[in-house]
């Protein structure tokens, strides 16, 4: 099977990578575990610390998506066990709907086997490749095959499987397959182990539930850490989001590589019925015009498995330039203002969150919404809430990243959020900022991109590419919260000034009245009135009820 | 008690009135004062400078409340000193202020400029800041000559009388408030004399006794007691005012100027403290050519030859008179200035025998 090529590597070298698979192709079945194994960094697993991580993240991503695919809320359990020096058992159990058993084996232990690739829907994973990456991590650094344990109802059998991949042939090893006791209705439950580096702080599996819990508020995360220690992120959204729905993937927005590998897989017999069927806004019409641009002998009536390497290409150039409608948008399901809201005031203490969710929009053929929300800071430190992260006055903003409510917490620096951040001109809007840089204030962005295909700049999935048309949706909602943000800092400041310039005259409210007592020989009643009716005229004057 | 200090009073608490009632009405008071910068004084040639009609509001706003409250403070000081027969100098009445929390003044300055604000009030209705109870600091010049000053014992409120011919060598020293003192004079004329050894020969040599005049020594530019002092003289015995002072820019052009039509900053006293009957006795640039001083003066230096400039080209004093114009072009042309002593250059006493008698022999040629 040819490896298809993703935004990750620029779309040259990617079509140059394809080219090499497509000739191969028929002579031996290129080893996809093999080349991972070589390739490992591709993946996020370039160190024991990043390792660690990314193993919890698949998981976690998984076991997410599944749930929400089985309409259920998620609870998520999450447990990493020392077993011994710089090895841990990575634990994620999820109460999704289980894992048919034949399915089981190709689902972990084979790369590039998923539901998520051809019909493209939002989706935590969009490769397949995650999970499987992740036992085949722990297989390569510890010899330990992963062990999965599932169930689908209380009237199945909950299933034990160890299992390894065959590197060299892609294919999974079931070790041991057999019935055991496990006290769950239904759901998952995966061990890896794994070398790896326990760690804290920004960059930490504690961080990454912390986040995850702030973008899926229905879901509920167990955690429990290497050092035996238990935090909990109850769900505070009882309603699930609703499921993405799937669509077919647009002509524009196809992979070459991609379009290769559905022509080889497809049922279809004919390339105009392979058009139409697995692409979204073509239908015979377009399908014929796109046939007929492609030429190089192609026929609507052509086997779509017939196709040689250059009609392939002339086909893939064909799809993207052809005149059809943009693909629908309504398959993507944002967080919500009102969540994000909710959500960054939960982890930040700030005096000031506002959120914007964009309408829909497209790039290359996939639909795409960004979502930004914004908090200013309260002034000073050691407010009630402790567990809210204070913003500091003189630091650069502090950003939270997400695709597909999953957090991004490596690469900050190429993903075009970051970009996007730092190329608004806050002075604008009357925030500090060096030219090039983060602005300068006690703020915190909160930045999410939802789309059918995030286009990750690498198979590791921690940064966005810039393509022009999220970063120009990034923008427009940046700006839109800036505003809102310069208006309330103006509103703060106006009254501040108000509260300052009352006070400043009240000061001087006593000295009047007991100069006008003297002067005008008042008793105290008097001086009492001249004070009484002064405090009403200055509190009318500030525009207040008195 | 009398009358301006009962005016003053009455002022003071109709002002406190009209405040109390903006209050009771609901309204955020404020006080008016005529406004004093440059830009509202005008000249008058009969009466010298004046204050126009340009108000200022110091009003209960947050940049105003404080010298709004201060100015209130200010008018109970002096309500406490009309009331009380009392006094302070500007650095007293800053000093007083230290007791009053929020409204103290952080310089005197700052006090000086609520006085001042007081004066302009007041100055509308004739009075001025002594009518308040705020005495000048500065000290005050000297008088001798066919006078008696009729003062009062401030202690027994008894009559105390003082003879200014009958004072030896010594001369009567003017107080810092003269509003209150009354005259008995049978002089012929007022001689405001600029130095204190001019001064003292001519008291020496009872210069006073035999051409029946008062002398009074300014030192320098003359004080507010000073010109107040010779003003009252002019007025209400119908004296006429020479003034002799050094020939120079600054003898003219400031310490006569001044004496005769106030100045352009102090313009709201104007009408109390200037002298406009005073005429120029000398020493005129003319004088060094008619007594023959030219090989007793000192060439003009930079700052003279600047403040002649800005007196003929700012000063509408000047431009009021040709005759004035005329002769500070002559001194720059001369390019010399000449002090009242150089006349001794023909003998010590040549100025009470030679050069006054000639002078005051035709005094419709002074200079106005």
Known sequence: MPLPSTAAVSHRAAARRVDAQMLARGQREISVSEFFQKNRHLLGFDSPARALLTVVKEAVDNALDACEEAGVLPDIGVEIEPVGADVFRVTVQDNGPGIVERQVGRIFAKLLYGSKFHALRQSRGQQGLGISAAGMYGQLTTGEPMRVLTRTSRRAPALEFLLSIDVAKNRPLVHRRSRVDWDVAHGTRVEIVLEGHHQHGQRSVAEYLRLTALANPHATIRYEDADGEHTTYPRTLRKRPPLPRRIAPHPHGVELGTLAAMLAQTRRRTLSGFLSHEFSRIGHKSAAAIVAAADRGLKGGTSPHALSREQTRALHRAMSTAKVSAPPTDCIVPIGEALLRRSLAARVDASFVTAVTRPPAVYRGNPFQVEVALAWGRATEGSPAADREHLAADSPARLFRFANRVPLLFQPGSCVTTQAVVDTNWHHYGVQQTKGALPIGPLAILLHVASVWVPFTSEAKEAIAAYPEIEHELHLALQECARRLQRHLGTVRQAHDRAVRRARIERFVPHVAAALQELLALDEAGRAAIVARLETALAADEGEDP | ?368
């Open chain 2, 1 to 368: 008690m009398n009358p301006e200090r009962t005016r003053a009073l009455a002022l003071i608490e109709q002002t406190a009135r009209e405040v109390a009632d903006a209050i009771a009405r609901g309204d955020l008071p404020e006080l008016r004062f005529p406004l004093r910068s440059l830009a509202n004084v005008r000249y008058e040639p009969g009466g010298g400078f004046a204050l126009g009609p340009a108000t200022k509001t110091r009003s209960l706003s947050a940049g105003g409340a404080r010298s709004f409250a201060q100015a209130l403070r200010m008018m109970t000081l002096s309500h406490q000193m009309l009331r009380d027969d009392d006094f302070a100098s500007k650095r007293e009445a800053y000093y007083v202020s230290k007791n009053w929390g929020d409204c103290r003044f952080e310089s005197q300055p700052e006090s000086d400029e609520i006085i001042d604000d007081l004066e302009a009030l007041v100055s509308r209705e004739g009075l001025v800041r002594e009518h308040l109870g705020f005495f000048p600091e500065e000290h005050a010049g000297s008088v001798v000559g066919m006078l008696t000053v009729v003062d009062t014992d401030p202690e027994t409120g008894e009559t105390v009388e003082v003879d200014c011919r009958a004072l030896g060598r010594g001369a009567y020293s003017i107080p810092r408030s003269v509003e209150h003192l009354s005259f008995r004079t049978d002089a012929k004329f007022v001689l405001a004399i600029e130095t204190g050894g001019m001064f003292q020969r001519l008291h020496s040599h009872r210069f006073w006794r035999s051409s029946e005049c008062v002398l009074v020594e300014m030192g320098g530019v003359p004080t507010r007691a000073v010109r107040r002092f010779v003003r009252r003289l002019a007025d209400e015995h119908a004296l006429p005012v020479y003034c002799f002072v050094d020939c120079d820019p600054y003898g003219i052009a400031n310490i006569y100027r001044t004496l005769k039509v106030g100045s352009g900053n102090a313009a709201h006293v104007s009408a109390a403290f200037s002298v406009p009957t005073a005429r120029f006795l000398g020493v005129t640039p003319q004088d060094i050519l008619d007594f023959g001083l030219q090989d007793a003066t000192h060439p003009l230096v930079d700052v003279d030859v600047k403040r002649a400039h800005d007196a003929l080209e700012h000063d509408p004093f000047f431009a009021a008179h040709p005759a004035w114009s005329a002769a500070l072009q002559q001194m720059l042309a001369m390019g010399v200035r000449a002090e009242q002593q150089a006349l001794a250059k023909w003998g010590l006493n040549f100025v009470l025998q030679e050069y006054l008698p000639r002078k005051l022999a035709a005094p419709e040629a002074f200079l106005p």
